[in-house]
């Protein structure tokens, strides 16, 4: 399954942007899928999930503030983001587990399938 972010921007500290996550090749309703952020010079780190069956996990850094959902009769899965702060900006990339997985996972090594990542950048 191939996946393509997009909806960053540059946004004002306490604005909100959703992100989108589209795939094609094949549907991935089947597919835990989960966004993650690379600021420079850090890791990528884990930001929100959703299962098949729409549970959700979320970084405690962004809980209360972003909201993960899928829609699969787009095949999309959202990132909406609200009340950003500057410490957000970061590269925000989606990723897809394998289709057999049921299961949300925190660490970017068990997501098999990624997009190419969207620029968010929050200014002060």
């Known amino acids: 399954v191939q996946l393509q972010a997009s909806g960053g921007g540059l946004v004002q500290a306490g604005g909100s942007l959703r992100l989108s996550c589209a795939a094609s090749?094949?549907?991935?309703?089947?597919?835990?899928v989960g966004w993650f952020c690379q600021a420079p010079g850090k890791q990528r780190e884990f930001v929100a999930a959703i299962t098949i069956g729409d549970s959700t996990a979320y970084a405690d850094s962004v809980k209360g503030r972003f909201t993960i959902s899928r829609d699969n009769t787009k095949n999309t899965v959202y990132l909406q983001m609200n009340s950003l702060k500057p410490e957000d900006t970061a590269v925000y990339y989606c990723?897809?587990?394998?289709?057999?997985?049921?299961?949300?996972?925190?660490?970017?090594?068990?997501?098999?399938?990624w997009g190419q990542g969207t620029q968010v950048t929050v200014s002060s």
């Open positions: 990723a897809a587990r394998g289709g057999r997985i049921t299961v949300i996972s925190r660490s970017p090594s068990q997501y098999n399938y």
């Open positions: 090749g094949r549907t991935f309703s089947n597919n835990v």
